[in-house]
């Protein structure tokens, strides 16, 4: 591990203008490239204090034997030479975006004599128009099926062609009218480039012009009786509009615009891209990458934008560039943009209309796909096997923890304070196993104390289940299993009465805390004090990313491309997401709760019924016995009851309307907003059950 003071430049040497910057290892490898408006403003900010760097930016300036500079004189000259760098020298440090596949063009090479439609991938060639990307090649070749009716341009390989002309006898397309057969004459090479000029206008949108014309040829035809004629280009005419249905309108304007769209979590970020030309989407493709240095979604975009359109110009650079942020500075991004254009770039973040609801769209795909992303590495088998020995192997622990989990405390300042346990097994979540706790033993906000609770309770209750099973007794009072004629154990005590297996009889190997030191000390404190020393325990602090075990001043910093890390990250995200919904639920509650709720033996049908009868509770609670009787379902000593808690039941404070100083009549939270009473729902006993 390098000191970083050791190759940091005196002072004075650095230029203080625009430029990039590479860092270079030990071996002259360049492990990170990075541009900079003012070179010496931002290599300052490598060169300070350890401690104060992001753990990804620390670990690179630590490999770095060397920086090393080149000044350019404006800040899109600094964009286009790190592009340039970061392709050709591929740093380890920086981001990069990986498909997930070789995404298929539909491409026509206008750079032959006789152009071909074809799909293609990789790297595009020069002379050749491309349309896409396409999630699949059959979509590609469903609609070049649909257009070769009206634009029958040649789409078999050379040796196909070559044959054909040499034995003068054209290929099956050719005979049925799917291709103009120029391999053997029946078209001229200049009417050919015509008819590929029209395929590609029409694939870029252009659609109408040639709906209008077949329409009007159509029209003339059936005018002088040529029947068949007119029912061929009618039937052309359908194959264009069914073309034209497998991309429907998005966009009424009849934009070209491309929308980019960032789904992100600490670890890795998901890009998705669609392609919008003359209104209708005709491409959709989308990216994974590893976030291998501290970096915002304005810096993502700016790498999406420089893998997208690096080696693009003209019109595959669209006039308009929607994304969900801007880069920081936005402006020689755009500038950069318009130079690979040719003409002017909009670059900007969508706030209304239909772009707003489309961009919505392109981030719910981004998000789809970077939890396919997770779920498809957490399903492999062999990668949770790695992930489990990787954190055995970090924790110092005797074997592979097949058991984990992982507690995170939720509260909204300082109320209706909640804890969650997940469960996974063998690398994978049991949610069935799932538990939430109320924090019961004080009140207010504190993480810590909350957490050794949580902690107490959970193996107090293992204890307390060890114990029934025989497994934790000074031998008088185990339970005796039972045999079955067999000879074998069928009763083993893991179960409750209803066969359910029992809440808290199975230790886990490993338990995660959502938190730092504090939070770890205080799980392992809480066990010391059950007795319990065969179960670890370790705390994943959200912000850096580190794995804290008890006793220790230093944490335990996996690298980031860990297996182990990642498993410990998804057990750790599944915990904070079951607590928080168990606690906007118990928070939602709360704030529906009713005097009625107090009242023993009425249930949700029979509250809705008065609260329909009367219309507020105001109302109810100025009605009288023989009033409240009338209410279907409610007899004279319920009603009485009902009397009683209401009257003990202080009257609410009235509504004030602040626009207009009004008094409201009704009480607040009685009425929904459609007009209908709001009830209140039954403790939810499914999955997941409260503690």
């Not at 670990?59 to 600094?78: D, G, L, N």
């Not at 975006?97 to 595009?124: C, F, I, W």
């Not at 307390?464 to 934790?472: D, H, I, P, S």
């Amino acid at each position: 591990m390098a000191d970083p003071s050791s190759y940091r430049p005196k002072p004075g040497e650095i230029p203080d203008s625009p430029g990039v910057y590479r860092f270079r290892d030990e071996h002259r490898r360049v492990i990170y490239v990075g541009k900079a408006k003012s070179l010496r403003q931002r290599l300052a900010n490598y060169f300070q204090d350890l401690s104060g760097l992001h753990p990804r930016t620390r670990s690179m300036v630590t490999t770095a034997a060397s920086v090393e500079w080149t000044v350019v004189s404006t800040e899109v000259e600094a964009l286009q030479l790190e592009y340039s760098w970061i392709k050709e020298y591929d740093p380890r440090f920086n981001v990069k975006y990986r498909d997930d596949k070789s995404y298929p063009y539909l491409a026509v090479t206008m750079n032959e004599e006789y152009p071909r439609v074809q799909v293609m991938r990789g790297h595009k060639k020069k002379g050749v128009r491309y349309f896409g990307p396409y999630a699949h090649a059959w979509a590609i070749r469903d609609t070049v099926d649909l257009l070769l009716r009206v634009f029958p341009v040649r789409t078999c390989s050379a040796g196909v062609f070559k044959n054909a002309a040499r034995t003068g006898r054209p290929c099956l397309l050719g005979y049925i009218g799917k291709c103009s057969a120029p391999c053997v004459d029946r078209v001229s090479a200049e009417d050919h480039r015509e008819l590929a000029d029209e395929f590609c206008d029409f694939m870029t949108g252009r659609t109408n012009t040639y709906i209008r014309r077949l329409e009007k040829q159509m029209a003339e035809a059936a005018d002088d009786m040529e029947y068949e004629r007119a029912a061929r280009l009618r039937d052309d005419i359908g194959a264009l509009k069914k073309a034209m249905e497998k991309n429907a309108v998005v966009l009424a304007d009849a934009t070209d615009a491309d929308l980019i769209a960032v789904a992100e979590d600490e670890l890795e970020a998901a890009v998705q891209i669609f392609h919008v030309r003359g209104g209708r989407v005709r491409g959709q493709r989308g990216w994974v990458t590893d976030k291998v240095e501290e970096i915002t979604t304005g810096a993502l975009v700016e790498h999406a934008l420089q893998q997208l359109y690096g080696e693009e110009t003209g019109d595959a650079v669209p006039k308009e560039v929607l994304v969900p942020a801007l880069p920081d500075p936005v402006e020689p991004v755009q500038e950069w943009l318009a130079g690979r254009r040719g003409s002017g770039v909009s670059l900007r973040i969508p706030q209304r209309g239909d772009k707003k609801a489309l961009m919505e769209t392109v981030q719910r795909n981004a998000q789809q796909a970077l939890v396919l992303h997770k779920t498809k590495r957490a399903s492999d088998l062999t990668t949770r096997s790695r992930a489990l020995e990787e954190i055995a192997d970090a924790l110092d622990l005797d074997s592979a923890p097949l058991r984990i989990e992982c507690y995170d405390i939720s509260h909204l300042q300082g109320d209706d304070v909640v804890a969650s346990m997940v469960v996974f097994e063998d690398g994978l979540a049991r949610k069935s196993e799932y538990r939430r706790f109320q924090i019961k033993g004080f009140a207010g906000q504190d993480d810590v104390r909350s957490m050794h609770e949580v902690i107490t309770r959970r193996f107090r209750r293992y204890l307390a289940e060890k114990e029934k099973t025989g497994e934790w007794t000074d031998g008088e009072n185990a339970e005796t299993p039972e045999i079955d004629r067999n000879g074998e154990i069928v009763g083993t005590g893991l179960t409750e009465d209803d066969g359910r297996p029992k809440k808290f009889a199975y230790p886990p190997q490993l338990v995660v805390v959502d938190g730092g030191a504090p939070q770890v000390a205080a799980a392992r404190r809480a066990m010391d004090e059950l007795g319990i020393d065969d179960i670890a325990v370790c705390g994943l602090a959200k912000r850096l990313e580190e794995v804290w075990l008890p006793g220790d001043d230093d944490p335990v910093v996996l690298p980031r491309t860990s297996e182990g890390l990642y498993l410990l990250q998804r057990v750790r995200d599944e915990a904070h997401r079951f607590a928080i919904s168990y606690q906007r639920t118990k928070r939602s509650k709360r704030f529906r709760s009713s005097p009625l709720d107090d009242v023993p033996g009425l249930g949700d049908t029979r509250k809705q019924a008065l609260l329909k009868h009367f219309g507020s509770l105001k109302k109810l609670r100025s009605a009288t016995i023989d009033q409240i009787c009338e209410v279907p379902g409610i007899g004279r000593k319920t009603a009485e009851t009902i009397a009683v808690a209401l009257a003990r039941s202080a009257p609410a404070a009235p509504a004030v309307n602040t626009a207009t100083g009004e008094i409201m009549e009704e009480e607040p939270g009685t009425m929904g907003s459609s007009g209908e009473p709001v009830t209140t729902g039954a403790p939810d006993e499914r999955r997941g059950q409260e503690t």
